[in-house]
């Protein structure tokens, strides 16, 4: 599993984690360490996140709830401007012989990510709301 977070004008360390990630080592390896710091370091940030049970375990929560957070509404990736950060190192993905080559190769592709491809994805949240409402809820072309 892969981790990383974005912000208009930073972004978080990748993180890549091995095994099964559940609540307590989302507090454990993620929140605490680098979420925690990287917010604490954006005077007013909101966290976003979906809602994969690790990020809705209830000690997750409560770790969370010294930060502003939104809800995420279900079934709505196309929210997150994070999801198409990520299709974009996809489509960017070399073909890698062995997982430390993959985990080299994200890492590099995560490092040298255009911040101004970040700020476009952020500055185009507004409109990708309203389509969902548009919708009712359901995709979007958008």
């Known amino acids: 599993m892969v981790w990383g977070a974005i912000a208009y004008d930073s972004r978080s ?3 890549v984690m091995h095994g099964t990630l559940t609540g307590q080592r989302y507090v454990d390896d993620i929140l605490q360490p680098y979420v925690g710091p990287f917010l604490n370091g954006l005077p007013g940030a909101i966290f976003q996140q979906n ?4 990020h809705t375990s209830r000690v997750a929560q409560d770790f969370l709830r010294h930060f502003r ?9 196309d929210l997150s401007p994070l999801e198409y950060v990520w299709d974009q190192l996809k489509q960017q993905m070399p073909s ?7 985990e080299l ?3 590099d592709l995560w490092a040298h990510l255009p911040h101004d491809n970040i700020r476009c994805l952020i500055n185009s949240m507004p ?7 548009a919708s009712g809820g359901s995709p979007t072309r958008y």
């Open 13 to 15: 360390t990748l993180i």
């Open 51 to 54: 809602n994969a049970r690790p």
């Open 69 to 77: 957070t939104i809800p995420w509404p279900a079934r709505s990736p």
């Open 96 to 102: 890698c012989h062995s997982v430390h080559d993959l």
């Open 105 to 107: 190769a994200v890492q």
């Open 127 to 133: 409109d990708g709301v309203a389509a969902c409402i």
